[in-house]
T-cell receptor, first 112, second 111 residues
Framework: NAGVTQTPKFQVLKTGQSMTLQCAQD?????MYWYRQDPGMGLRLIYY???????DKGEVPNGYNVSRLNKREFSLRLESAAPSQTSVYFC???????????FGPGTRLTVT | RKEVEQDPGPFNVPEGATVAFNCTYS??????FFWYRQDCRKEPKLLMS???SGNEDGRFTAQLNRASQYISLLIRDSKLSDSATYLC????????????FGSGTRLQVQP
């Protein structure tokens, strides 16, 4: 039982490049989330998926797209990376209500 | 004004000390409250939920004050392993399924 896994762990991109961050959970959770964490800002929600087939914008969705591929997987895509997207990205999942979330180990992304 | 505010610290305390953190929230309609713990360069993990009547889990006690819109976390008999950042988390309506995180309070327990 791996919990929530994320790939890659580290990534460096040049401005304008695109990439997809992968997230998978093996806990049979319905809801999945993508957050970014910046120094002094706390975690901010980018997108979430309450169930398979649905996605909704969070607090900071601009510049990102998501896909809930199936119940297990929720990916985050940066179409044209910008230096402002340099951050640590966390994926999380929960059974139903949002209170108890399980987080993946994070992806540290640098955009130069 | 941020929706959830915390003193960033750091709080430097000796082993065995009692330490308390507060967190204020701005939305009076907020419904659910939690404390998460985050170790350096790791993912956040749920520490405990906060109930209206207050609740305790071993050395940790959480309190909610709806009138003044704050929650607190008390740690008794601090251990070196308690050193971490403590994140205050709130769920607010309408229909919010996601958490709003404070930026965290850093605790450093000294030997």
């Amino acid at each position: 039982n791996a919990g929530v896994t994320q790939t890659p762990k580290f990534q460096v991109l040049k401005t304008g490049q695109s990439m997809t961050l992968q997230c998978a959970q093996d806990m049979n959770h319905n809801s999945m989330y993508w957050y970014r964490q910046d120094p002094g800002m706390g975690l901010r929600l980018i997108y979430y998926s309450a169930s398979e087939g649905t996605t909704d914008k969070g607090e900071v969705p601009n510049g990102y797209n998501v896909s809930r591929l199936n119940k297990r997987e929720f990916s985050l895509r940066l179409e044209s990376a910008a230096p402002s997207q340099t951050s640590v990205y966390f994926c999380a999942s929960s059974v139903g209500g949002a209170g108890e979330q399980y987080f993946g180990p994070g992806t540290r992304l640098t955009v130069t | 004004r941020k929706e959830v505010e915390q003193d960033p610290g750091p709080f430097n305390v000796p082993e065995g000390a009692t330490v308390a953190f507060n967190c204020t929230y701005s939305n009076s309609a907020s419904q659910s409250f939690f404390w998460y713990r985050q170790d350096c360069r790791k993912e956040p993990k749920l520490l405990m939920s906060v109930y209206s009547s207050g609740n305790e889990d071993g050395r940790f006690t959480a309190q909610l004050n709806r009138a003044s819109q704050y929650i607190s976390l008390l740690i008794r008999d601090s251990k070196l392993s308690d050193s971490a950042t403590y994140l205050c988390v709130v769920i607010s309506p309408p229909g919010r399924r996601a958490l709003t995180f404070g930026s965290g309070t850093r605790l450093q327990v000294q030997p």
